[in-house]
């Protein structure tokens, strides 16, 4: 079911590092493109969103890069701490639709 | 905690039992999503309702599965005969609406079919 390609599986970066998870997609027809943040045993929260008609959008230390034309996007995390630490998950919705289909997750840890 | 609400967070079931899951949404959200989620997978859609009207099913729901909002406000969802493929995260998710696509998840109900 799942349509939305994310890598990497998993990604060990030192504190203060930049952390980077991709996205590919393959549906034009989304139209919103949020990033989810899960620790274990709990729900996804939203961390961050961009809708296509925007190449970048930054908050604090999050910022997503949205490639149109290459159906890719991006999760960049500045200046990584431990408490990042938890799996993400990029989302796609499509236009007019109502449900998110989501990538495979990418667990990330932040070392000391 | 005005967050959504599952219940119960764990179950253990029999194979072949009947179980039933809670969702109380966000108050005054009126779109409701159950996802389910396995493993090392990201979560997968479900059903979807506004107010009490189930307007998207996934193939995934099979005739085993039903999920209902009677009053527009929580939802059930329950499985008949489980399985142990049935054994997820199952996951409740609600949103303000159409003007807003942000969808906020509960902890959800962890469900494990011996």
């Known amino acids: 079911q799942q349509q939305v390609k994310q890598s990497p599986q998993s990604l060990i970066v030192q504190k203060g590092g930049i952390s980077i998870i991709n996205c590919a997609y393959e549906?034009?027809?989304?139209?919103?493109f949020p990033w989810y943040q899960q620790f274990p045993g709990k729900g996804p929260a939203l961390l961050i969103a961009?809708?296509?008609?925007?190449s970048e959008k930054k908050e604090g230390r999050f910022t997503i890069s949205f490639n149109k034309s290459a159906k890719q996007f991006s999760l960049h995390i500045m200046d990584s701490q431990p408490g990042d630490s938890a799996t993400y998950f990029c989302?796609?919705?499509?236009?007019?639709?109502?449900?998110?289909?989501f990538g495979t997750g990418t667990q990330l840890k932040v070392e000391l | 905690d005005t967050g959504v609400s599952q219940d119960p967070r764990h179950k253990i079931t029999k194979r072949g039992q009947n179980v039933t899951f809670r969702c109380d949404p966000i108050?005054?959200?009126?779109?409701l999503y159950w996802y389910r989620q396995t493993l090392g997978q990201g979560p997968e859609f479900l059903t979807y309702?506004?107010?009490?009207?189930?307007?998207?099913k996934s193939r995934l729901l099979s005739d085993r599965f039903s999920a209902e909002r009677p009053k527009g406000s929580f939802s059930t969802l329950e499985i008949q005969r489980t399985e142990q493929g049935d054994s997820a995260m199952y996951l409740c998710?609600?949103?303000?609406?159409?003007?807003?696509?942000?969808?906020?998840f509960g902890a959800g109900t962890r469900l494990s079919v011996l």
């Open positions: 989302a796609e919705k499509t236009g007019g639709g109502n449900k998110l289909t």
């Open positions: 961009i809708r296509p008609d925007v």
């Open positions: 549906n034009t027809a989304f139209d919103y």
């Open positions: 309702f506004q107010n009490e009207a189930q307007l998207e």
């Open positions: 998710a609600s949103s303000p609406g159409v003007a807003k696509n942000i969808q906020y």
């Open positions: 108050s005054e959200h009126n779109r």
